[in-house]
């Protein structure tokens, strides 16, 4: 069985060296992200791996799709971390007894088989479902992929849509940074500056073991990532409450897209997908409404609990991150704002083509970057591989096959890095990172 998923790679070219990746971080039912750092299964990772995967194996691409999604919590969430049973408590932070899915999600309706985080990741899995078929619709069909994920997708994005959407204005809010996967992002400086941090001493980080510690968040910023993962385990995993409440344009971008992915899912199974299309119409226009700022020339982040001039609403941050320019990979975007991000990705702020090669995960010229921390001024693989999308989608090929060359020479040169500085593509973090390797294989296709 393991034969049969795991078809043998030799050769030194990129796809073989990207595919020995995969199969190195492979543990039977999904891919961790990284053996060292990341040694569970995480949300949009597997999302990434699997669009990757199905060049290799359409069958594990399938697999890695059905564990995530058997761990999904009976009121729709997919939770960002599966653990994996056989690893150590303290191989990674916070690890199973802080979450306490089994008890404290009881309400939610946590997977009592498997233990999970309870929080979210951005939703990119309907996608990945959508091109995992088209890798090899027969084998699809056959297994009856599609009809089984149909229903867990469906659900999952009503979860979104209906508990997560905190400002009443139709977009999903994340209540936590890790759950939109840019943990220390500026953008969130603001409203993180809110939340009383736990004490230090109170946890232990794992990522120190492995992460040089200025690549990483503050014990700071963990002490508040602890605090609002803390109180939402304590609130029962339940809305409503939540101190920290952001629509970030990312995570809508991507449900957007994976909602009409859902329409072409719904159609290959022989039901209606217009419903499904329409919403993503609604939300790409609730999306510019809520979040375009004409004048920074980019989609914000709103800070639902900061102060604004409508009461419940809160207020733009005033942050450029790689988040803001996601939603180009959505088709039905007004002609002006494709026209200004494009123009925002190749200016001073993202200087894409000129200074950089990768999109940096922060404005340049902003006050908080950082060519070395996290999503704090590295260029990230996924990112760069969703704008690359988005480039193509709106006929900017040019540009678009300028990022897939560079995505593809730096993931064979950084030995496929977790992220890199953008200036000079000095690889930084994990290297065999799962998603670089997968995102590269999928670009050589
Ligand atoms: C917390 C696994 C994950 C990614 C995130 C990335 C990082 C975790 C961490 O690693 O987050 O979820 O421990 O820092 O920020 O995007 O999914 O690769």
Partial sequence: CEIAYDPPVSGTSL??????????????????PSRSLYPHQWSWDSAFVAIGLRHVSPLRAQTELETLLAAQWADGRVPHIVFNPSVPLDAYFPSPDFWRS??????SGAPRTVQTSGIVQPPVHALAAWLVHRADPGLSRARGFLARMYPRLSAWHRYLLHRRDLGGGGLVSVVHPWEQGMDNSPCWDEPLARITPVPAHSFRRADLDHGAPGDRPTDLDYGRYVRLAADYREAGYAEGGAEFAVEDPAFNALLIASEYALARIAEELGAA?????????????????RLWDPVA???????????????GQGGLIP????????PLVLPGLPRVVVATLVRTVRGPHFSLGDRTR???????????????????GPAWFNTSW?????LRVQGETTEADALRDAVLDLAGATSFAEYVDPYTGEARGATGFSWTAALALDLLH
Avoid: I, M, Q
């Fill in 273 to 289: 997908g217009t419903a499904r299309r329409e919403r993503g119409e609604r939300l790409t226009a609730a999306l510019v409404e």
């Fill in 358 to 376: 990768l999109v940096p995960s922060y404005d340049l010229l902003g006050k908080a970057f950082d060519p070395h921390c996290y999503w704090r």
């Fill in 386 to 390: 969703l704008l690359e999308r988005g």
């Fill in 297 to 311: 020339g980019t989609f914000l982040c709103r800070d639902l609990r900061g102060g604004g001039p409508v009461a």
């Fill in 319 to 326: 942050e450029r991150g790689v988040s803001g320019l996601v």
């Fill in 15 to 32: 796809r073989a060296r990207a595919a020995r990746v995969l199969n190195g971080n492979w543990t039977g039912g999904s891919t961790v």
């Fill in 102 to 107: 089994a008890t404290a999600g009881r309400v």
